[in-house]
């Protein structure tokens, strides 16, 4: 297929394009209007883990300016809109009194989509715990079920009534591996108790958060975000394939498979999974951990070569980086691979019993340079090309794929990389918050015009 000559018109008229976004990446106010901390507030205080020692204090200070920001959306010729609740913005402790100004804030963002012709896509979690709540455990707790419910049942109740798509959770698999396993992420934990139990609370609140919704809103249109990606073995022998088999169940298998009624993965090379399936109990929780989601969200970052490495605990695997290998790669070191996402959409489909997939993010990162007013970001436009192009033809053989969300709108907060991964089509300075479309962002303008 040649990939400069498709058009968002082969997708169909009913295909969703759109951006995505999060609360923590991109609001700022981080002490405004009665918001309590998250995670990252203090992960970023605390940890020297965050590239160039910044905060999510400001980001791209989207609480003030998203009337702006809704309408650079629009203007680009996007119609749906993906964006996530702070928890601590609607609930300061967590658990306790509904901060009024946490809802009104929502309930004017979605209004602003609404009459600008931007469909409001809503993330219950995407990845800002309530620090009150990590406290007292956080994801490890068990009585995350409750914490979780309550906040789930808060916003579809305030904004169910104009809100229809709903992603119950974003990318489960990376805040729990990089938040309670390797502590790169909020909050820092590092080991695998903790981890076990934040696997199965997670898994356990994506299908509560679909109950949830349902049982508030009768016309609710309920999904969750999977992160996919591709493992190939180094080397065509035994220890590399079954090391790629491990990092397979991580980055693939552990949240899809429950969700879809499977229980967790097995793999008799993989003791991890007797010791998590034995510690959370697994065969007594298959039913509850499944939800008959209306949708599969789908997010591609890369595509992972791995070797048998007896060094890593359990999983005894580790990447051969992209870079070290001579292929093509972003400024992140992620390997670019569209192939290899066309065939990740495809096995997330042949598991049968998928309704429909919507692409829920899909972006690069790549050091732009602002010069005289504008940013040509090339290699972004032809990664867009090429991954556009290898939605298209899975849909053409038959995947019910319905969207496309591109992550993301303008620059943001890119968690432990700080502000200087840039994923945006819109370029933001951060000292002054001037947005300047970038030539990516004018490349998707032609593309959706109809
Ligand atoms: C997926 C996450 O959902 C998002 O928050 C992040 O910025 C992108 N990956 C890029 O790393």
């Given at each position: 297929m040649n990939t400069t000559t498709i058009s968002a018109k082969d997708f169909g008229d009913n295909f969703k394009w759109g951006v995505a976004m999060s609360a923590a990446q991109?609001?700022?106010?981080?002490?405004?209007?009665?918001r309590g901390l998250s995670i990252w507030d203090v992960f970023a205080r605390?940890?020297?883990?965050?590239k160039g020692n910044t905060?999510?204090?400001?980001?791209?200070?989207f609480y003030h300016r998203y009337k702006d920001d809704l309408l650079l959306a629009k203007a680009l010729g996007f119609t749906t809109f993906r964006f996530s609740i702070s928890w601590s913005r609607i609930l300061p402790d967590g658990v306790?009194?509904?901060?009024k100004a946490g809802i009104a804030f929502y309930n004017k963002l979605i209004d602003e989509c609404l009459i600008n012709g931007l469909e409001p896509m809503i993330t219950?979690?995407?990845?800002?715990?309530p620090y009150e709540l990590e406290k007292k455990?956080?994801?490890?707790?068990?009585l995350m079920r409750k914490w979780f419910e309550r906040f789930t049942t808060i916003c579809v109740n305030a904004f169910g009534d104009r809100v229809q798509h709903w992603i119950v959770m974003n990318e489960p698999s990376g805040f729990t591996t990089l938040?309670?396993?390797?502590?790169?992420?909020?909050?820092g934990k590092i080991g695998f108790d903790g981890y076990m139990s934040a696997i199965h609370n997670a898994a356990l609140c994506t299908a509560d958060g679909g109950r949830i919704i349902r049982s508030h809103s009768s016309k609710a249109i309920i999904g969750t975000a999977f992160s996919c990606s591709e493992v190939i073995p180094y080397k065509e022998e035994l220890l590399h394939i079954k090391a790629a088999a491990k990092a397979d169940v991580i980055l693939n298998r552990m949240f899809i498979e429950p969700a879809l009624g499977l229980g967790y993965p097995e793999d008799p090379d993989f003791p991890f999974l007797e010791k998590l399936y034995f510690h959370s109990k697994a065969w007594k929780y298959t039913r509850q951990m499944q939800f008959d989601f209306d949708f599969i969200g789908i997010q591609n970052y890369f595509s992972l070569t791995v070797k048998h490495n007896s060094?890593?605990?359990?999983?005894n695997a580790s990447e051969v980086k992209a870079s070290t290998r001579n292929v093509p790669h972003t400024d992140l070191g992620w390997e670019i691979n569209a192939d290899s996402f066309y065939r990740m959409i495809k096995r997330f489909w042949d598991?049968?019993?998928?309704k429909s997939i919507i692409v829920t993010e899909g972006g690069a990162c790549f050091k732009d340079q602002l010069k005289n007013g504008v940013v040509n970001d090339e290699k972004r436009i032809a990664y867009y090309q090429q991954y556009l192009a290898a939605v298209l033809k899975a849909k053409n053989e038959g995947v019910n794929l319905n969207g496309y969300l591109a992550w993301t709108l303008t620059d943001n907060f890119?968690?432990?990389?700080?502000?200087?991964a840039r994923f945006g089509l819109i370029h933001v300075d951060?000292?002054?918050q001037l947005r300047t479309i970038k030539n990516s962002g004018y490349w998707f303008r032609n593309f959706l015009k109809k």
């Open positions: 991109n609001e700022g106010a981080y002490l405004e209007d009665g605390k940890s020297g883990k965050i905060k999510p204090t400001e980001c791209c200070d306790g009194k509904v901060n219950i979690y995407h990845w800002d715990l455990g956080g994801w490890t707790s068990h938040g309670y396993m390797v502590g790169q992420h909020a909050p060094i890593i605990p359990y999983i598991y049968g019993n998928v890119e968690w432990a990389f700080g502000y200087n951060f000292e002054t």
